[in-house]
């Protein structure tokens, strides 16, 4: 009779005791893998808050420009206008043109918010230009 510790393990028993310079490392490797999980998230959130920061810039150019249009059309000064129309969208007016013919340019900048304001030193402010004017106006 052979003493219990020196049996041959049976097929596909695995070894619990030990495991050597191994041990644990599945655990760092889902702690890696988490990490990089995280951080994906979090560059993917920036990324939509950035974009979504663009829109509204957008969406303010394009009502600043369209409110100076309007004001031009009418005999007003469409610049004061604009710029009133962009600050009450969450932007601010950085450049109005006047045409002529109704036609008003403008640009305006938003800072950005959210997640977006952590990425704001390295890529700016939101900006947009917007162009608008009576369908007569029309080049071509």
Known sequence: MTPRSARRPRAGARAVAGGG??????????LGLVAVVVV??????????????????QTAADLAALA?????????EPC?????????????????????????????E???SG????????????SARSRAGPRSARGG
Request: proline share 4%.
């Open 21 to 30: 310079a191994e041990r644990g490392a599945g655990t760092v490797l889902v």
């Open 110 to 112: 938003r800072a950005r």
């Open 115 to 126: 997640p977006a304001a952590l990425v704001d030193g390295l890529v700016g402010p939101a």
């Open 80 to 108: 004061p206008v604009a710029a009133e129309t962009a600050e009450r969208n969450g932007a601010r007016l950085v450049r109005c043109a006047a045409e002529g013919g109704g036609v008003v340019q403008v640009g305006t």
């Open 40 to 57: 994906l998230g979090l560059a993917l959130g920036a990324l939509a808050s950035v974009q979504a920061s663009r829109g509204a810039a």
């Open 68 to 76: 100076g249009a309007s004001a031009a059309l009418r005999g007003a």
